[in-house]
């Protein structure tokens, strides 16, 4: 029972928790970075299938929008910090308006809520739980402030039995396909050996030396 629990138990950053270590900062640059090319590339894809949620049932496009919440859940899982869910999740907000967005300035505000959102995941756990279940805990709580903001910017004709389905189904969407695909990318980044200044490097070793 010992060894289960020591193979599966999350590792906090180093103490203190508040203290950024220079690779901290450029990791979440540089994930953010990342994140927010592949979020203006999904500004560009996401149309068609929202397109055809939306004919079924209009507050199901909140399942396409589920994919820009991913940043704060890796950055989030990745530096273990207070901040790294939000600034993670807010450069990649600032990145995907480079090239230039549909929505403006409006991207920036997005990001700052859902970044919130996942943050607020983290620090409720005390930035001590990062497994699968914290990473959806993370994706669904970066939806509700999005939702809320969305309502009255974009879905201002809706009734809200519409406003309150998609407030539920980003929410779902968030947990199921943010939070699990944030959990894989970080996955993926620490068997590379990309994370093996992070916690989440240190956790795979510990599972193979076991």
């Known amino acids: 029972m010992s060894t289960t629990i020591e193979r599966t138990r999350s590792i906090r950053a180093t103490a203190p928790l508040a203290a950024w270590r220079t690779v901290d900062i450029l990791t979440i640059a540089f994930l953010g970075a990342a994140f927010g090319i592949a979020y203006w590339g999904w500004g560009l894809a996401y149309q068609a299938p929202s397109t055809a949620l939306t004919t079924i049932f209009p507050p199901l496009t909140g399942i396409t929008a589920a994919p820009w919440l991913v940043a704060g859940v890796v950055g989030g899982l990745v530096v273990r910090r207070p901040g790294a869910a939000l600034l993670c999740e807010v450069v990649a907000a600032l990145v995907s308006m480079i090239p230039g967005t549909q929505w403006g300035f409006t991207t920036l505000i997005s990001g700052i809520l859902q970044g919130l959102g996942a943050e607020f995941a983290f620090l409720l756990l ?48 968030g947990a199921f396909i943010a939070g699990t695909l944030g959990w894989l990318i970080t996955r993926a980044l620490a068997a590379a050996g990309a994370l093996n200044a992070f916690p989440p490097g240190q956790e795979l070793r510990e599972s193979r030396s076991v």
Not at 152 to 158: A, K, N, S
């Open 126 to 173: 005390g930035y001590s739980v990062y497994g699968l279940g914290a990473a959806i805990f993370a994706g669904a709580m970066a939806a509700p402030l999005e939702a809320v903001y969305e309502w009255f910017v974009y879905w201002t004709d809706w009734g809200w039995g519409y406003k309150i389905a998609y407030l539920f189904i980003l929410t779902a969407a």
